[in-house]
């Protein structure tokens, strides 16, 4: 619960840092400070808002900018590392004390903790904002996102393995808050999307001279329109998938396999040693009795099958 509030209350910041100037550029700021229309081609026909023009612009610098960051960072981080290293070499040879060669724990100790996986999913999740809510206006930025990523998981794949200290195995089921924020971009993508396309670009902004009302009945019919393709999206798509579902069958039949449902009774002398060393009672008679226990059947050896008894196995 910590995690998922911090989760939500990063993405809220972010969000608004990075989603704020395209919606100014595209809904505030023509009726603000407004937008000229440039001439792309010459010929006084084909006219482009120049609002927009910023708009891609800003996009494509965005992801050559957060791509560039990633490398500068993991850059840093080795000279960083290396630094720290060099000094204490150094340090020990005019010492004259010690070792100068670092062992694998010395050289992990040396490494950059590992922050966790928030950072890398806040990133990802600002970059599909923009792709779901800018995309039409620049169709293009779905390859440069596609491209963009492919290099940064690979840079950070290298990050995590040679540069970064093993981080301490950790459990987690699902990935939390995430998945409420990529329902609340789908919706929010929605909007956008319908917005853009009715009061940014042509033919519906100026061209088939459309009164106001008109284009907020439109917007509102194909928002909702748009909104009930997302829900009846999520609707269809199963909580888990085909390939998770598998992975947790196998792992029933191994654990019948393991945990089968063979009862074996155990009886020990007294002075020996069983299988089973906790919760023992002391019968009647001197002998230790165990309590009744669960065996697979691979595990039970032939002499317990054939008897029921285990051999006996004198204690040190």
């Given at each position: 619960?910590?995690?998922?509030?911090?989760?939500?209350?990063n993405?809220?910041?972010?969000?608004?840092?990075?989603?704020?100037?395209f919606?100014y550029?595209?809904?505030?700021?023509?009726?603000?400070?407004?937008?000229?229309?440039?001439?792309?081609?010459?010929?006084?026909?084909?006219?482009?808002?120049?609002c927009?023009?910023?708009?891609?612009?800003?996009?494509?610098?965005?992801?050559?900018?957060?791509?560039?960051?990633?490398?500068?960072?993991?850059?840093?981080?080795?000279?960083?590392?290396?630094w720290?290293?060099?000094?204490?070499?150094q340090?020990?040879?005019?010492?004259?004390?010690?070792?100068?060669?670092?062992?694998?724990?010395?050289?992990?100790?040396?490494?950059?903790?590992?922050?966790?996986?928030?950072?890398?999913?806040?990133?990802?999740?600002?970059?599909?904002?923009?792709?779901?809510?800018?995309?039409?206006?620049?169709?293009?930025?779905?390859?440069?996102?596609?491209v963009?990523?492919l290099?940064?998981?690979?840079?950070?794949?290298?990050?995590?393995?040679?540069?970064?200290?093993?981080?301490?195995p950790?459990?987690?089921e699902?990935?939390?808050?995430?998945v409420?924020?990529?329902?609340?971009?789908?919706?929010?993508?929605?909007?956008?999307?319908?917005?853009?396309?009715i009061?940014?670009?042509?033919?519906?902004?100026?061209?088939?001279?459309?009164s106001?009302a008109?284009?907020y009945?439109?917007?509102?019919?194909?928002?909702?329109?748009?909104?009930?393709?997302?829900?009846?999206?999520?609707?269809?798509?199963?909580?888990?998938?085909?390939?998770?579902?598998?992975?947790?069958?196998?792992q029933e039949i191994?654990?019948?396999?393991?945990?089968?449902?063979?009862?074996?009774?155990?009886?020990?002398?007294?002075?020996?040693?069983?299988?089973?060393?906790?919760?023992?009672?002391?019968?009647?008679g001197g002998?230790?009795?165990f309590?009744?226990?669960?065996?697979?059947?691979?595990?039970?050896?032939?002499?317990?099958?054939?008897?029921?008894?285990?051999?006996?196995?004198?204690?040190?």
């Amino acid at each position: 619960e910590v995690k998922d509030s911090q989760v939500l209350k990063n993405f809220v910041v972010m969000s608004f840092v990075y989603y704020y100037p395209f919606i100014y550029l595209a809904f505030i700021m023509p009726h603000v400070e407004g937008c000229d229309d440039v001439d792309r081609n010459g010929d006084g026909v084909h006219k482009t808002n120049s609002c927009i023009q910023t708009i891609k612009a800003n996009l494509v610098l965005t992801f050559i900018t957060h791509l560039g960051t990633v490398v500068v960072m993991m850059c840093f981080e080795i000279a960083k590392t290396w630094w720290a290293e060099r000094s204490e070499r150094q340090r020990l040879e005019k010492s004259g004390r010690g070792s100068t060669k670092y062992t694998d724990v010395e050289e992990q100790n040396k490494m950059p903790a590992f922050e966790g996986d928030s950072a890398y999913y806040l990133e990802l999740m600002i970059q599909l904002g923009l792709v779901a809510m800018f995309s039409s206006i620049l169709p293009s930025v779905t390859i440069i996102a596609l491209v963009s990523n492919l290099i940064e998981v690979r840079v950070i794949a290298w990050k995590l393995i040679y540069i970064c200290r093993r981080p301490a195995p950790v459990g987690q089921e699902g990935i939390g808050a995430w998945v409420y924020v990529m329902q609340f971009l789908c919706c929010l993508s929605a909007v956008t999307s319908v917005g853009l396309v009715i009061f940014v670009k042509q033919p519906l902004k100026s061209e088939m001279k459309l009164s106001r009302a008109d284009k907020y009945a439109m917007f509102i019919v194909a928002e909702h329109l748009m909104l009930m393709v997302v829900f009846f999206v999520a609707s269809l798509t199963p909580p888990i998938s085909g390939h998770t579902t598998l992975i947790m069958r196998q792992q029933e039949i191994a654990r019948e396999k393991l945990l089968g449902s063979v009862r074996r009774r155990i009886d020990v002398e007294k002075g020996t040693r069983g299988p089973v060393d906790t919760h023992k009672s002391v019968s009647e008679g001197g002998r230790e009795e165990f309590p009744s226990v669960f065996v697979p059947p691979e595990l039970v050896p032939r002499t317990v099958a054939a008897s029921g008894h285990p051999p006996h196995q004198q204690s040190p």
